[in-house]
């Protein structure tokens, strides 16, 4: 079985800063900030008939949002349960190569395919779902980090939260399997969790708590067990959303989409860099669209730098 029993050593550091679930409230922020114009997120989802599909959102006035592109047939319908981050990279013969981490019928795959340069599935290089391991039903989302350098370098960490509110971290060996670095818990109360920050020595997520607490979370990278310290951002407010999507806006903030699955909308806002109750935080308002698909994600480029924190 790929997932191994963990401790829960340290839980205590983030439990603290998490309270209790209360009901949904307005999701919308006073803080100002500068201009966004130029920032976009590159959007994708898995339907429920298993396609996945890519569009970009511009963070303008109003949020602009570009024509969708769907890709058939990626997973059988209904099958997905959670995804990762996918990158979207050029392939060697022409097109895009785009691969991802998918947990499907309790089982953890890695998703590969090729995209011909009109968008449309490559024959040559059908859909590969490659199975990597089993004990994968009880996890509430899942996240994989790859830290890739202009050397050539590369890091790939994958997260994963289960239905207990345990953080659990594991990461890509040379021979291709995967190294569990260890949990901690207190995390029970947490809706969603999305990366903001990367560099040699930590990976850093912000999150939101059912109680409406607006946090981020940072993960040492060298650390075993795995430590993690919080600091709050906001503290209430931002329980409405079942999911928070960010990529990067400028040389130090995010542009962060939050999903709301009750009323199917979805918001854009753009954070300066993550600190604590501080940070700024400008809502750039409703993004036009209905957001039902089952599952939400970002393409990320090869170059991924995430400096939000």
């Known amino acids: 079985m790929f997932r191994k029993t963990i401790s829960l050593a340290g839980a205590a550091a983030l439990a603290v800063t998490l309270g209790s679930a209360v009901g949904p409230a307005n999701a919308t922020t006073s803080a100002t900030a500068s201009s966004t114009a130029a920032c976009t997120l590159d959007l994708g989802s898995v339907t429920a008939a298993g396609a996945q599909t890519a569009r970009t959102i511009t963070a303008g006035a109003p949020v602009g949002v570009g024509a969708m592109q769907s890709v058939p047939g990626v997973y059988p319908a209904g099958a997905v349960k959670h995804l990762s981050t996918f990158r979207d990279l050029p392939a060697p013969q022409g097109g895009r190569i785009r691969s991802g981490l998918a947990v499907m019928g309790g089982a953890l795959y890695e998703t590969s395919y090729n995209l011909k340069a009109n968008g449309q599935l490559d024959p040559a290089r059908p859909v590969v779902n490659r199975r990597i391991g089993g004990g994968w039903s009880n996890f509430r989302w899942i996240e994989r980090s790859v830290e890739q350098k ?12 289960d239905t207990a509110g345990t953080f659990e971290r594991w990461n890509l060996e040379s021979n291709g399997g995967w ?71 400028g040389p130090d903030g995010s542009l962060v989409l939050g999903i709301d699955r009750d009323t199917k909308s979805a918001y854009l806002y753009q954070f300066g860099h993550v600190g604590s109750t501080g940070t700024v935080i400008k809502s750039l308002g409703k993004v036009p669209g209905t957001f039902n698909d089952p599952h939400y994600f970002r393409y990320a480029p090869e170059i991924d730098n995430l400096t939000g924190e």
């Open 179 to 249: 190294r569990d670095t260890g949990g901690i818990g207190g995390l029970s109360t947490v809706k969603s969790m999305t990366l903001i920050g990367r560099d040699d020595l930590y990976e850093s997520f912000l999150t939101n708590t059912r109680a409406g607490a607006l946090m981020v979370v940072v993960v040492p990278v060298g650390t075993y067990p795995l430590e993690t310290y919080g600091r709050t951002v906001r503290t209430s407010t931002w329980q409405v959303f079942e999911q928070l999507i960010a990529t990067p806006c």
């Open 150 to 161: 202009v050397s050539g370098s590369v890091r790939t960490t994958l997260y994963a939260q």
